[in-house]
């Protein structure tokens, strides 16, 4: 951000001021198809512009109109950051190439010597740069179970300065209570930054529930159609959003003007499709649960599920991802991923389209299988991520491929 940039005066442009205050808010129906974005005034063309420059005309030197170069601001970008800072009730966005990028903004407030808790079953690639980049800086890392408070409090140590945590996580889909650890981090003068790329601001607000920051991959539900890569920061603390901006204009992994144009697209269907996302996860999980070949059905609106209870407290709705453990080996839940006709054998999640995918030997491959195993991660996982397709057609589907390998 350009010391001179009016950065109110920027955001006031593009963001309708009078969701603001909480009592007048809009519903987030409303507020996701329109928070940011007004017609043009000259045009009146209703959809924000991809506005493709990198650079702006300056009225004398130094004199701008609120944008000189686009990795530091793009009007695209600002529209989708106020698009997603409404979402999520936060005062300030950030948006990012990707959902990495995001993360790696938080990590840059770190130095050297500090120390963050997470969680043992975090996402593979947050794990990654937690301790194949970040360890390498000689920052410390504490994986817990975070189901479990007393086991969050006692990883807390003096130089500990961040909690990161995801809820619902991958692939078992255990719920964390964000208020519960969100409380531990402030005791102990930490920043509670929490992913909520698998809930989104419909179902959950981690800001309301005491967190300082939320982390999304845009790449997925907010996205939404499996056709862009992107990431975001939102949060209510003016000094952390300033040192984002900072490293977002100086690190340089943001978002091109395209890239944010398809998430502002994807963002005014989020409701609609999310209602449908939960409404087929639920059917599907009713029925896996009650399939002689499904040992387990991990999902979260599940009476049966360890984190039901904390997951109605603070989720508006249960999600669309689900994960069984079929009662197979590794080669025959294999053979069931490959079979389905509607679902893909895809990793990713979170487009309208259904995916299904086979952790041991995809997206946890990386663990060793002992180490697998103790974390639940068996052979006979499948994970699906639940599209807006017809329910019947995807059950139909599951049925076929699970009764042709196991027959
Ligand atoms: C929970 C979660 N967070 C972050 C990411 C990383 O996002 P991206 O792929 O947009 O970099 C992913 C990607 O799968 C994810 O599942």
Same mark, same amino acid.
């Given at each position: 951000?350009?010391?001179?940039r009016?950065?109110d005066?920027?955001?006031? !442009? +593009?963001?309708?001021?009078?969701?603001d205050?909480?009592s007048?808010?809009? !519903?987030?129906e409303?507020?996701?198809?329109?928070a940011?974005?007004?017609?043009?005034e000259?045009?009146?063309?209703?959809?924000?512009p991809?506005?493709?420059?990198?650079?702006?005309e300056?009225d004398?030197?130094?004199? +701008?109109?609120?944008?000189e170069?686009?990795r530091?601001?793009?009007?695209?970008r600002?529209?989708?950051?106020?698009n997603l800072?409404?979402?999520e009730?936060?005062?300030?966005?950030?948006?990012?190439?990707s959902?990495?990028?995001s993360?790696?903004t938080?990590?840059n407030l770190?130095?050297?010597?500090?120390?963050?808790?997470?969680?043992?079953?975090?996402y593979g690639?947050?794990?990654?740069i937690?301790?194949q980049?970040?360890?390498e800086?000689?920052?410390e890392f504490?994986?817990?179970?975070m189901?479990?408070?007393?086991?969050?409090?006692?990883?807390?140590r003096?130089?500990t300065?961040?909690?990161?945590?995801?809820?619902?996580?991958?692939?078992?889909?255990? %719920?964390?209570?964000?208020?519960?650890?969100a409380?531990?981090?402030h005791?102990? *003068?930490?920043?509670c930054? %929490?992913?909520n790329?698998?809930?989104?601001?419909?179902?959950?607000?981690?800001?309301?529930?005491?967190?300082?920051?939320v982390?999304h991959?845009?790449?997925?539900?907010l996205?939404?159609?499996?056709?862009?890569v992107?990431?975001?920061?939102?949060?209510?603390? /003016?000094?952390? *959003?300033?040192?984002?901006?900072?490293?977002?204009?100086?690190?340089?992994?943001?978002p091109?003007?395209?890239?944010?144009?398809l998430?502002?697209r994807g963002?005014k269907?989020?409701?609609?499709?999310m209602?449908? +996302?939960?409404?087929? /996860?639920?059917? %599907?999980?009713?029925?896996?649960?009650?399939?002689?070949?499904v @040992?387990?059905?991990f999902y979260?609106?599940?009476e049966?599920?360890?984190?039901?209870?904390?997951?109605?407290e !603070?989720? @508006?709705d249960f999600?669309?991802?689900?994960?069984?453990?079929? @009662?197979?080996?590794l080669? !025959?839940?294999?053979?069931?991923?490959?079979?389905?006709?509607?679902?893909?054998? /895809?990793?990713?999640l979170g487009?309208?389209e259904?995916?299904?995918?086979?952790?041991?030997p995809?997206?946890?491959a990386?663990?060793p299988r002992?180490?697998?195993?103790?974390a639940?991660?068996?052979?006979?996982?499948v994970?699906?991520?639940?599209?807006?397709?017809?329910?019947?057609?995807?059950?139909?589907?599951?049925?076929?491929a699970?009764?042709a390998?196991l027959?």
């Amino acid at each position: 951000m350009a010391d001179d940039r009016d950065e109110d005066e920027v955001r006031d !442009q +593009h963001y309708d001021p009078g969701t603001d205050s909480d009592s007048d808010r809009l !519903q987030i129906e409303t507020r996701s198809i329109h928070a940011g974005q007004k017609p043009d005034e000259e045009t009146g063309a209703l959809m924000t512009p991809i506005y493709a420059n990198s650079t702006y005309e300056q009225d004398a030197p130094g004199e +701008h109109r609120g944008y000189e170069y686009s990795r530091t601001g793009n009007p695209t970008r600002t529209d989708l950051e106020a698009n997603l800072a409404s979402l999520e009730n936060a005062d300030y966005g950030r948006a990012f190439a990707s959902g990495m990028a995001s993360i790696n903004t938080v990590l840059n407030l770190l130095e050297s010597g500090d120390h963050v808790v997470t969680g043992n079953d975090v996402y593979g690639g947050t794990h990654r740069i937690f301790t194949q980049v970040y360890e390498e800086y000689d920052l410390e890392f504490s994986f817990v179970d975070m189901t479990d408070l007393e086991a969050i409090e006692s990883a807390f140590r003096e130089e500990t300065e961040l909690l990161w945590l995801e809820t619902p996580t991958n692939p078992l889909m255990s %719920i964390v209570d964000i208020e519960g650890a969100a409380e531990i981090a402030h005791e102990n *003068d930490a920043i509670c930054a %929490i992913d909520n790329t698998f809930a989104t601001p419909y179902l959950q607000r981690p800001l309301e529930l005491g967190a300082d920051v939320v982390s999304h991959s845009l790449t997925k539900y907010l996205g939404g159609h499996s056709d862009v890569v992107g990431g975001a920061l939102l949060t209510n603390d /003016a000094d952390l *959003d300033e040192r984002f901006g900072f490293y977002q204009n100086s690190v340089g992994a943001t978002p091109g003007p395209f890239d944010c144009f398809l998430v502002l697209r994807g963002t005014k269907t989020l409701p609609v499709r999310m209602d449908r +996302h939960c409404e087929n /996860a639920r059917t %599907i999980a009713g029925w896996l649960d009650d399939h002689p070949d499904v @040992d387990r059905v991990f999902y979260p609106g599940l009476e049966s599920h360890p984190g039901h209870e904390i997951a109605a407290e !603070q989720m @508006d709705d249960f999600g669309g991802m689900l994960s069984f453990e079929l @009662d197979a080996t590794l080669e !025959q839940a294999s053979e069931v991923v490959s079979n389905t006709e509607v679902f893909t054998l /895809a990793e990713s999640l979170g487009g309208v389209e259904s995916l299904i995918e086979q952790p041991a030997p995809m997206t946890h491959a990386a663990i060793p299988r002992e180490e697998r195993l103790e974390a639940g991660l068996t052979d006979g996982l499948v994970r699906v991520s639940v599209g807006i397709e017809h329910v019947d057609d995807l059950i139909g589907d599951l049925e076929r491929a699970i009764d042709a390998a196991l027959e």
